[in-house]
C-alpha cells in the first residue's frame, strides 16, 4: 500500500508565506514525478506545480514567481514554499505522486493524498 499526507495548510493574510509539505510513504519502489494540484469551491481541479525525477518543474501561470517546488528525493517528500499569497489561491491543496509500487503487484500508479486546506484572507 502507499501513502500520500500532506501538511501545512492554514489561514494566511494576504501577502503571506506558507509552506505545504507531503509525504509518500508504502510500498514505493520508484517515483517519478510529484505535485501540487489545488480545488477551489465550485472549480475544477488544476495543476499549481509540478517536479519530475530529472529536476524539471512546471509551474501554473497564475503562481509564476510566487511559488516554488522541490523534492526531497531521499524522503518521498515534496514541499511547496507560496510567498505573496493571494485570496484567489483559497483551495484545497492536494498531493499527487506518481510512482511504481510492488505491491499487490508491480506496476506504474498515481496516488492522491487528502489534501490540506489553504484560506487566504484579504
Known amino acids: 500500500q502507499v501513502q500520500v499526507v500532506e501538511s501545512g495548510g492554514g489561514l494566511v493574510q494576504a501577502g503571506g508565506s506558507l509552506t505545504l509539505s507531503c509525504v509518500a510513504s508504502g510500498s514505493i519502489f520508484s517515483i517519478v514525478a510529484m505535485g501540487w494540484y489545488r480545488q477551489a469551491p465550485g472549480k475544477q481541479r488544476e495543476l499549481v506545480a509540478s517536479?519530475?525525477?530529472?529536476?524539471?518543474?512546471n509551474y501554473a501561470d497564475s503562481v509564476k514567481g510566487r511559488v516554488a517546488i522541490s523534492w526531497a528525493d531521499a524522503k518521498n517528500a515534496v514541499y511547496l514554499q507560496m510567498n505573496s499569497l493571494k485570496p484567489a489561491d483559497t483551495a484545497v491543496y492536494y498531493c499527487?505522486?506518481?510512482?511504481?509500487?510492488?505491491?499487490?503487484?508491480?506496476?506504474?500508479?498515481?496516488?492522491w493524498g487528502q489534501g490540506t486546506q489553504v484560506t487566504v484572507s484579504s
Open positions: 499527487n505522486s506518481y510512482l511504481y509500487t510492488t505491491t499487490p503487484r508491480g506496476r506504474w500508479d498515481e496516488y
Open positions: 517536479v519530475n525525477s530529472g529536476g524539471n518543474t
